[in-house]
């Protein structure tokens, strides 16, 4: 076995308003600039301004952020999921924890962690993730740094974190300004230690584990969400557990109740900033878009059709209080 050093699968826990979308947006916009070499410009903005245009909304399912390291030009494909930030019913969250490898929790240096981020953070937890924590809003002149770490690690003593989690690396950013650093600054200042978000970046692909990879295992893909296109219809989301997958191949499909058909990939979709595009293939650890199988539901499996494994059906809890 070996690893997908060139790929992390994270998922990103905030309370509404804490800022995710903004350090999406800065960590995208970084990206691309750290790729060409250049200052940070308004390229990726400007293609991001159209797609809003477009109609398709940030952070829809999962965001490609392509980084290349400034220092050594290593390049790395950081895919990010976004998990909604309450208490869902439909399971959405667990389904997007399987996944990830790792999990940034999001929380603004004033208000602190808020209660819908505790049952997000509870399943990250549970799913034995690793997590990266990012003080964000550093800026806010009523920003309590000190106290809002202790009320972090207090809600992790309460989730019955593992001794692994609780020693959390911490990132203090004001992602208004595209800004991060190791280093506390003081209430209410950004950081002067740095003026990019590689400190990020790089505590992001030191603590979040690679995907790993098996030469040679046979296909199995796990749907972990739905989505329409209207060219395409549906489209299954999947990471990819094992083997590869290419885009005209035939697969098996196995369905809920253990039916097994085989169905022919029409499309294989790889998500490229906000953007789904085309890809030949795939593999292990990749998370993908796939088109050609109208009935597909989440949950099932797809696999190579030599060798048609299902994987477990996710489990999802149970409302703790009914919706009458
Ligand atoms: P989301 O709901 O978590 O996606 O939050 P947004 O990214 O939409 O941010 C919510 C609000 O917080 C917006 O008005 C942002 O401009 C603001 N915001 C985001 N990051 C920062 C920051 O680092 N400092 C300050 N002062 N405001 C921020």
């Known amino acids: ?67 290349a390291d400034p220092d050594d030009g290593s390049e790395m494909t950081i895919n990010i999921i976004d998990t909604p930030g309450h208490a869902d019913f439909g399971g959405e969250v667990e389904r997007g924890l399987t996944m990830v490898d790792g999990v940034v929790l999001l929380v ?44 972090t690690y207090e809600l992790f003593l309460d989730l019955d974190a593992n001794e692994e989690q609780i020693d959390f690396p911490i990132i203090y950013a004001c992602a208004l300004d595209g800004i991060a650093s190791l280093t506390e600054p003081e209430n209410g200042q950004v950081p002067t230690d740095s003026d990019n978000l590689k400190p990020l970046f790089d505590t992001l692909i030191e603590t979040i584990p690679a995907p790993e990879y098996t030469e040679g295992a046979p296909l199995q893909a796990h749907v972990t969400n739905l989505d329409a296109s209207p060219f395409l219809g549906r489209l299954a989301l999947c990471r990819i557990r094992e083997g590869r997958i290419r885009k005209g191949q035939n697969v098996a499909w196995i369905q809920r109740d253990g039916t097994t058909q085989t169905v022919k990939i029409s499309e ?57």
């Open 1 to 67: 076995m070996s690893q997908r050093s060139d790929l992390r699968n994270i998922a990103i826990v905030a309370h509404v308003d804490h800022g995710k979308t903004t350090l999406v947006d800065a960590m995208l916009k970084q990206a691309g600039a750290f790729r060409e070499g250049s200052t940070v410009n308004n390229r990726v903005m400007d293609s991001m301004d159209l797609e809003r245009e477009k109609g398709i909304t940030i952070l829809a399912k999962n965001t490609a952020v392509h980084y």
């Open 108 to 151: 603004d240096a004033s208000e602190g962690p808020l209660p819908q981020t505790r049952f997000v953070l509870r399943k990250a937890l549970a799913a034995k993730l690793p997590i990266v924590l990012v003080i964000n809003k550093v800026d806010r002149p009523d920003s309590r740094l000190k106290e809002v770490v202790d009320e």
């Open 268 to 324: 294989l979709l790889m998500t490229d900033g906000l953007e789904r595009k085309s890809a030949e293939a795939a593999s292990q650890g990749d998370i993908i878009a796939v088109a050609g199988i109208p009935e597909i539901m989440i949950g099932e499996t797809l696999a190579d059709p030599e060798n048609p494994q299902a994987l477990p059906l996710i489990t999802v809890d149970q409302p703790a209080v009914s919706m009458t």
